[in-house]
C-alpha cells in the first residue's frame, strides 16, 4: 500500500509540473514570476536524486531585462531537464519491477499447475509487492484462494483487481464463484450478469453459471425444509430415514430389499421426502448392498433378482424426478453411472424398459442431459440407445429415439459424438435404413430427424459426406421409400441427404447419378413437399457431377423445372432455379430444352421481376448469360423488358454481389450479341450503371 500511495503521489506531482511548464512558458512576465518560485519551491522539498540548490536570496520584482530573462530560461531549461531525468528514473523502477512480477507470477502459475495453490499465493503474493496494480496477479491469487476455500479473500482480490481495469471479466467470475461458495446468490448473481454486460458474446456460457446459482439455492432451500419438517417430527417426513436404516440392513434375501423399496418410493411422493432419502445417504444405502449391486451389474439369476433390479431403477428415478441435486449424486456414483449405461443393452425387456425411463427423465431437461454428457460413457451409451431402436420390442425403441432427439439438442453432446460416430451412430443407422419393415418404419423418420440435428455439426456432416457406405444406405432406402409409398420416411430422409450433399466429396460424386435419377422420378410425385426437397437434392448432387447433368437432361428435368418455376407459391422454386442454372451451365443440350419449352425465357423474366430472394435472382441472371450463348436468342428477346429487369438488379444495392455480377454481365452480352438493346440501355441512362459495377466485374 506504501508504493500504491508513492505512485499515486508520483501521478499527482506530474500534474504540478505540468502547469508549472504550462506557466513558464507564459508571455506575461508576471506568470513566468510566479511560475519560477513555485518551482523553486517545489524543488526544495522534493527528496532524492531530484533535489537541486540555487540561488534564493533576492527576488527581482522588476520587469526583466534581456540579462534576468536569459537566467530565468537558463533555470527552466535546468529544471526541465531535472524532471525529465527523474521522470526516466522512475520508468526505469517501473519496468523493473514488473519484469520481477512477472517473474513471479511465471512461478506462481507453476505452483497452480502443480496443485500447489499455498507455494502459487505466496509467489502471487511476491509478485504484488513488486507491482501493486498488476491486475493478473491478483485474480490469479484469487483463483488459488478459490481452490484454498479463502473465498473472502478471493473476493478482495477480485475487488481490487476490478480497480485497476474495471472490464476484468476475470475478476467478476472469480468473485461470482467465491460468492456462491458463501451461498451469497444475489452478489453471485450479480457478477455473471455483469460478465455479460461487459461481453454480450460470453451469454451462453455465462447462464449455465447462473443455472448453477439457482440450483444451489435451491438445494439449500429444500434442505433447510426437510431438517424443519423432520424436527417438527412429522409421521411422514420421519418415515424415510425409517425405512433407510431398514434397507441398511446387510446379508438380507434380494425379496427383503424389493419389499423394502417398494414401500419406500410409494414414500417418495414429494420433494421434502427425496431431499430426506439424499440427506441420509440413501443413495449409498441402496448402492451398498451386496444383493442390490450383484443385479446392478447384471448378475440376474431368478425372478427375485430380476424384480429387485427393476425397483432399484424405479426408485433411482422416482427419487430423482425433478430433483437436480439427486440427480447430480445418482450420476457421480460409479456403482449407479455404470448401471444405468450397462443395463439399456439388457435382455430382460422390464430391465431394459426401466432403465430407458430413468434415462429418459435426465434427457428431458437440460440440467440432466448435461450431467448425461459429462459424467455418462457416452459412446457406450450411444451405442446401446441404438441397440433399442434398431431392435425394436414392444415401445422401448420409441423412448430410446426420444432420448437420442433430446441429447443431439446439446452442442457438447455432437462435440463429443465426432470421434465415436461411426461406431455409435453411422453403422446401426445404415445397416437400418437397408432393411426398412413394418417395425421399422414407424420409429426411422424421429431417428433421421435426430440424425439431421446431428449433422447441423460440420464436422459430423463432413464425416456422413464422405462414407460409402451412408450413402450406399440412402440410395436404398430413397428406392425402397419410393417404391413402397412410405412418405413419412422419405420427407426426412431427403431433408437429411440434401444437407449432407453441400459437402463437396468425391463419394457423393460417384453415387450422383443414381441419385439423379431416383429424384427425377420423384418430381412426379404428388406431394408438393417430396417434390420440393427431390429437388433441393438434385441441386445438390448435380453439382457433383457432369454425367449426372447430362443424364437428367435426356430426362426431361428441363421442361418439368420450368413447370414448378410457373407454378404460384412453390416452395421448390429456390432449389428448382438452381438446378436449372447448374444444367445449363455445363449443358448445350439443357440450353436447348430450355428454349424449346419457353423461346422468350418468361420464366426467368417472371423470376427476375417478382422474386425478392436474392438466391433466385443471381441464379436465374446466371442461367440467362449461359442461354445467350445460344445462337439468335438476343434477338428474340427484343420487345421484351428484359433490359429494364436486368438494369435494375444491376443498379440494385444488393446484400449478395452475385446478383448485381450475374446481371451486369448478363446486359454486357446481351448488348453484345444484339446492338439494338443499346437503344433501350441508352434510354434508360444504363450505360453509367453497367459503368458503376466494374468494381464487381473485376
Known amino acids: 500500500m506504501d508504493q500504491m500511495e508513492d505512485f499515486e503521489s508520483f501521478l ?7 502547469d508549472l511548464v504550462k506557466d513558464l512558458s507564459s508571455t506575461r512576465a ?7 518560485q513555485k518551482a523553486d519551491q517545489h524543488l526544495a522539498d522534493l527528496d532524492g536524486p531530484c533535489r537541486t540548490k540555487l540561488n534564493r536570496t533576492a527576488i527581482n520584482t522588476k520587469p526583466p531585462s534581456c540579462n534576468s530573462t536569459s537566467k530565468f530560461e ?10 525529465e531525468k527523474d521522470i526516466e528514473d522512475r520508468k526505469k523502477m517501473r519496468k523493473a519491477k514488473e519484469e520481477k512480477a512477472t ?30 496494480d498488476m491486475q493478473q496477479l491478483y485474480t490469479n491469487r484469487a483463483q488459488a484462494y478459490i481452490k484454498l476455500r479463502k473465498y473472502k479473500e478471493a473476493i478482495s482480490d477480485c475487488e481490487w483487481a476490478i480497480k ?3 472490464r476484468c471479466t476475470k475478476a467478476y467470475l472469480h468473485m461470482g464463484k467465491a460468492h456462491l461458495a458463501l451461498k451469497s446468490y444475489d452478489e453471485a448473481r450479480s457478477c455473471f450478469e455483469k460478465i455479460v454486460e461487459i461481453e454480450p458474446k460470453w451469454e451462453t456460457k455465462m447462464q449455465e453459471h447462473l443455472t448453477k446459482v439457482d440450483l444451489e439455492e435451491k438445494r439449500e432451500i429444500q434442505e433447510h425444509e426437510a431438517r424443519r419438517e423432520l424436527k417438527q417430527g412429522g409421521g411422514k417426513a420421519a418415515s424415510v430415514p425409517q425405512l433407510l436404516e431398514k434397507l441398511s440392513a446387510a446379508g438380507q434375501m434380494p425379496l427383503y430389499y424389493h419389499g423394502g423399496m417398494e414401500v419406500l418410493s410409494r414414500a417418495l411422493n414429494d420433494c421434502t421426502a427425496q431431499t430426506l432419502f439424499r440427506l441420509h445417504n440413501g443413495f449409498s444405502i441402496i448402492s451398498s448392498s451386496d444383493a442390490v449391486r450383484s443385479c446392478l451389474q447384471g448378475n440376474i439369476y431368478d425372478h427375485y ?18 430433483n437436480e441435486e439427486n440427480q447430480k449424486m445418482l450420476v457421480m456414483c460409479p456403482i449407479s453411472s455404470q448401471a444405468m449405461v450397462h443395463l439399456l443393452s439388457s435382455e430382460l425387456p422390464a430391465v431394459q ?18 450431467l448425461v454428457i459429462e459424467h455418462l460413457h457416452l459412446s457406450k451409451l450411444v451405442s446401446n440407445i441404438m441397440g433399442c431402436i434398431t431392435t425394436p420390442q414392444g415401445q422401448r425403441e420409441n423412448t430410446a429415439v426420444k432420448i437420442l432427439q433430446n441429447l443431439v439438442s446439446e452442442k457438447r453432446f455432437c462435440c463429443k459424438l465426432r470421434d465415436v460416430l461411426k461406431d455409435s451412430i453411422t453403422s ?21 430427424d435426430a440424425v439431421g440435428s446431428l449433422a447441423l455439426d460440420d464436422v459430423i456432416r463432413h464425416a456422413l459426406a464422405h462414407d460409402p457406405a451412408s450413402w450406399e444406405a440412402f440410395l436404398v432406402a430413397l428406392k425402397q421409400c419410393a417404391e413402397n409409398g412410405y412418405r413419412e420416411t422419405l420427407y426426412p430422409l431427403l431433408g437429411l441427404m440434401i444437407n449432407i450433399a453441400t459437402v463437396q466429396s468425391s463419394v457423393i460424386k460417384e453415387h450422383a447419378t443414381s441419385l439423379s435419377e431416383i429424384c427425377c422420378n420423384l418430381l412426379k410425385d404428388s406431394d408438393g413437399g417430396i417434390i420440393t426437397r427431390a429437388t433441393g437434392v438434385l441441386s445438390a448432387a448435380l453439382r457433383h457431377s457432369s454425367e449426372a447433368v447430362q443424364g437428367v437432361t435426356r430426362r426431361d428435368v428441363v421442361p418439368t423445372l420450368c413447370r414448378l418455376l410457373k407454378g404460384n407459391g412453390q416452395t421448390a422454386a429456390p432449389y428448382a432455379i438452381r438446378t436449372l442454372a447448374i444444367c445449363t451451365a455445363s449443358s448445350r443440350g439443357a440450353r436447348e430444352e430450355l428454349l424449346k419449352s419457353d423461346k422468350k425465357l418468361s420464366v426467368l423474366r417472371g423470376l427476375l421481376r417478382s422474386s425478392r430472394d436474392e438466391s433466385e435472382l443471381g441464379n436465374a441472371a446466371l442461367c440467362l448469360l449461359h442461354c445467350l450463348e445460344m445462337e439468335g436468342l438476343a434477338s428474340k428477346l427484343l420487345g421484351t423488358d428484359i433490359v429494364p429487369l436486368l438494369l435494375r438488379h444491376a443498379a440494385a444495392d444488393a446484400k449478395k454481389s452475385d446478383v448485381q455480377l450475374n446481371a451486369a454481365i448478363a446486359l454486357s452480352k446481351l448488348c453484345q450479341l444484339e446492338p439494338r438493346h443499346k437503344n433501350t440501355l441508352r434510354e434508360l441512362h444504363g450505360f453509367e450503371i453497367l459503368h458503376s459495377c466494374t468494381k464487381f466485374m473485376a
Open 30 to 36: 508576471e506568470v513566468r514570476q510566479k511560475a519560477l
Open 353 to 370: 424398459e426401466e432403465c430407458l425411463a430413468l434415462m429418459f427423465s435426465y434427457s428431458d431437461t437440460p440440467h440432466g442431459r448435461r
Open 164 to 166: 485497476c481495469n474495471e
Open 305 to 322: 433378482t430380476q424384480e429387485l433390479c427393476v425397483t432399484v431403477l424405479k426408485l433411482w428415478r422416482i427419487v430423482c424426478h425433478g
Open 12 to 18: 499527482q506531482n506530474v500534474d504540478k509540473i505540468s
Open 74 to 83: 537558463e533555470s527552466a531549461d535546468n529544471f526541465m531537464k531535472i524532471m
Open 428 to 448: 446401426p443407422f445404415s445397416s437400418m435404413l437397408t432393411n426398412i419393415n413394418e417395425a421399422t418404419r414407424h420409429v426411422l423418420p424421429p431417428l433421421l
Open 103 to 132: 517473474a513471479l507470477k511465471e512461478e506462481g502459475n507453476k505452483a497452480f499447475a502443480q496443485d500447489d495453490y499455498e507455494r502459487a499465493v505466496e509467489h502471487y503474493s511476491a509478485g504484488l509487492a513488486h507491482a501493486r
